[in-house]
């Protein structure tokens, strides 16, 4: 390095002036802004009304000048003329060049702003948001809520929320921050406006079409039918659109609210404004683009996105459903669940609150403000869920991971996921109770309690771990501890190992007693809970497809793990790696293939007299392993030459590619979170990712699908709700397996 300083002058000439002219005037304005930081603080006089609210004005000001800005009352009953901002307090997670991940902005860091001549801290984004209006010389005052709600204040809080949807209704434009704007970002952006209207028009398809659909976890992990080749252009255009329709406001509960309702609705990320149209093309356009692009596959893109697809086509129908609500739609109680479930929320109970005024009329439901979130969730479900929907409430439960502690279990919890899917979404078969024990009495709820009848059908006897946890060992959610993964076996006691799914099947024999069919048919139905079974020749074409399913997800588990692993003496020694929860399973490894081993024996002989087709699991691991590894078995590393992305990207060209994908689709829309268990009669069926032995398989009178319910040990009749539970065998002929049943009054707590 020269003495002379040249080094340092040639890198500051390759600075553009407006670069150093940009950081100059930050670098001045936090100079002014350290010298009002500990000023006067601004203090709030009371609101005069319940209909009064505070406004801002943004002062114009030279980008060096501490922001500052007029606070002053006015009344919606005199309707005054202001704009609303829409926004999130937090900045969102940006990239991270050094750890090169995404991370959260752990500083919260706050600003100094003048109000009134006044010193207040305001959040980043905020602060923010404020400079890029003042930039613009912002004329009409606007409402944001961090400056114009007393924080300090409970009771100025509740009431100002009371009338939250009010203000954002009364205001001229409601103008949603979606933060600063980088170069990147601001070529994404210019890159959505570009896009083909063709984009905007999203093309209809059916969620059980046999031809086309999504992947499971591990199936679409490996590629989709290519149609059209992206450049890498394309793929650094379309990431960076992905990281706009990530920004957090997108998923916040409050935001919906304010969106829906606004009368006029503006875009802002930094100094850009961003179309409605934009947002539905960049959305519609990236799920395209992922699913035809080949070398997303061939480098794992399509694996990444696919994780956040429903988001993306979330952010679509955003905008139809504002055009809807403005038309009149209102959501009902079991709509709103589902809407509200994917977002979130800093006070869990405002899941609720934020969304009453979207509510149908005919949904009855009181907002207390004071109330808790447990109070205001069971208060929602008592007064508005159940009397829409009756007993399916029941299965929009989900399992038994909760939020909120002390919330009945036949309540839903909003801050939670809603896995399993009910069967009803799924398209699996049901049943009509109809023996004469049934009193069809439906229910009633008394203060906590929820009361019904039930008859039990059955007593889990035994559980093993899902085989939602094969298809997603890959996934990062694997690796933390997320309530929605409790079936992962990785890491646990050795009675949760990987595959004992397999000692169950071989203790239930070849042949499944309560049908009198293999057992291995009984168990691939079960996986997809019985949808689209309607004749003998369609369990042939959905069998094959099982098949082939299962020999492609073990083949590409062990092609997986064969990566993961070094093989010293015969010995499986873990290397280091980011997988570290793969430690335990590779230790495990002998075993499993050794319980795959014995299944295998066990059930994979000729199914159907007189079908000279010959088709076994085992025959099919075979062939896809030679098709895409070079070899049957792939015990020795060596043996297998390709990369983990060539094998992805080879799957796209097999004719097995079809049959997989299929299969996958309905095994994750039907089974998502489930496990395996079997009953004292014989039943196999699926249930929460908790089921235990000693769990009741019960049919709940008025109910079309069965339930697991826990036994209180010290109340008599006394029952917690686990989950809905498919039983195979029994959903079709419930009527039939239960014309003598005894249905018995219980208590759901």
Not at 185 to 193: G, H, K, L, P, T
Not at 283 to 296: E, R, T
Not at 501 to 528: C, K, S
């Amino acid at each position: 390095m020269t003495s002379d300083g040249s080094f340092f002058k040639s890198q500051l000439s390759s600075i553009s002036a407006k670069t150093v002219s940009l950081g100059a005037k930050q670098y001045f304005r936090s100079r002014n802004e350290q010298k009002i930081k500990f000023q006067e603080e601004y203090r709030y006089a009371p609101l005069s009304g319940p209909r009064s609210i505070r406004l801002v004005r943004i002062h114009h000001g030279a980008d060096t000048d501490v922001v500052t800005c007029d606070v002053f009352e006015v009344s919606l009953d005199n309707q005054p003329v202001f704009e609303a901002l829409s926004y999130t307090w937090d900045l969102d997670p940006e990239w991270s060049w050094t750890k090169l991940e995404i991370v959260e902005d752990k500083k919260k860091e706050e600003r100094p702003i003048l109000c009134n001549g006044k010193t207040m801290h305001i959040s980043m984004n905020l602060y923010h948001a404020l400079t890029e209006f003042r930039r613009r010389r912002w004329t009409l005052p606007i409402w944001a809520d961090q400056i114009c709600i007393n924080q300090n204040d409970r009771e100025e809080k509740i009431s100002q929320i009371a009338i939250m949807v009010d203000i954002y209704r009364s205001a001229a434009c409601v103008n949603v921050w979606l933060g600063k704007v980088t170069n990147v970002m601001s070529s994404a952006v210019d890159f959505m406006e570009s896009l083909p209207e063709e984009l905007a028009k999203p093309v209809q398809r059916s969620q059980t079409s046999e031809s086309t659909g999504s992947m499971s976890a591990v199936t679409r992990a490996f590629g989709n039918i290519s149609l059209v080749a992206g450049s890498l252009g394309d793929h650094y255009h379309w990431l960076q659109v992905i990281f706009v329709l990530g920004r957090q406001w997108f998923a916040r509960a409050w935001t919906l609210q304010e969106f829906l309702v606004a009368s006029k609705s503006r875009f802002i990320m930094g100094n850009k404004d961003i179309s409605s149209n934009a947002f539905i093309k960049a959305a519609l356009g990236a799920i395209q683009f992922y699913m035809m692009d080949p070398l997303a596959t061939q480098v794992g893109l399509n694996t990444t996105f696919l994780a956040v697809r429903k988001r993306m086509e979330g952010r679509a129908t955003l905008f139809k459903e504002r055009e809807k609500y403005q038309n009149g739609k209102r959501y009902s109680a079991e709509e709103y669940m589902s809407v509200i479930r994917a977002r979130r929320a800093t006070e869990l109970k405002d899941k609720v609150i934020a969304g009453s005024a979207l509510l149908d009329d005919r949904v009855s439901f009181k907002v207390d403000y004071k109330a808790t979130t447990l109070e205001i969730y069971i208060s929602y479900a008592k007064e508005s869920l159940w009397p829409e929907v009756g007993l399916f409430a029941l299965s929009l439960v989900g399992g038994t991971a909760r939020s909120v502690e002390g919330l009945p279990t036949w309540v839903p919890d909003l801050g939670m996921d809603l896995r399993p899917e009910p069967l009803r979404y799924c398209g699996a078969p049901t049943f009509s109770i109809t023996p004469e024990g049934s009193r069809n009495s439906g229910y009633t709820i008394e203060g906590n309690s929820l009361h019904l009848s039930i008859t039990i059908f059955d007593v889990v006897k035994d559980v093993g771990e899902s085989i939602w946890s094969w298809t997603k060992f890959s996934e990062a959610s694997y690796n933390n501890d997320s309530k929605l993964f409790k079936m992962r076996t990785s890491g646990t006691a050795q009675s949760e190992r990987f595959g004992l799914m397999f000692e169950i099947l071989n203790r239930l024999g070849i042949f499944y007693a309560p049908t009198g069919e293999r057992t291995i048919d009984a168990f691939w139905q079960t996986l997809i809970a019985g949808i689209n079974l309607r004749d003998k020749a369609d369990i042939s074409v959905w069998r094959d497809r099982f098949y082939q399913f299962f020999a492609f997800t073990l083949v590409i588990i062990r092609a997986w793990f064969n990566e993961e692993k070094k093989d010293i003496s015969n010995k499986f020694i873990p290397k280091a790696s980011k997988n570290k929860w793969m430690v335990p399973l590779i230790a495990d490894w002998p075993n499993l293939e050794q319980r795959v081993s014995s299944f295998l024996d066990f059930h994979d002989q000729h199914l159907d007299e007189g079908d000279d087709s010959n088709i076994t699991i085992r025959k099919e691991i075979s062939r896809i392993a030679k098709r895409l590894l070079g070899t049957e078995t792939i015990d020795d590393v060596g043996t297998w030459q390709s990369t983990m992305t060539d094998l992805l990207s080879a799957v796209r060209g097999q004719e097995f590619y079809g049959p997989i994908t299929v299969f996958g689709q309905h095994f994750e829309v039907a089974y998502e979170g489930k496990r395996i268990f079997t009953t004292e009669r014989g039943y196999m069926g699926t249930g929460a990712e908790d089921t235990r032995p000693g769990d009741c398989v019960v049919l709940v009178d008025g109910a079309d699908v069965p339930f697991i319910l826990r036994p209180i040990t010290d109340r008599k009749g006394a029952y917690t709700l686990v989950s809905e539970a498919y039983i195979h065998g029994v959903m079709e002929k419930g009527g039939e397996l239960l014309a003598e049943a005894k249905f018995e009054p219980i208590i759901i707590v």
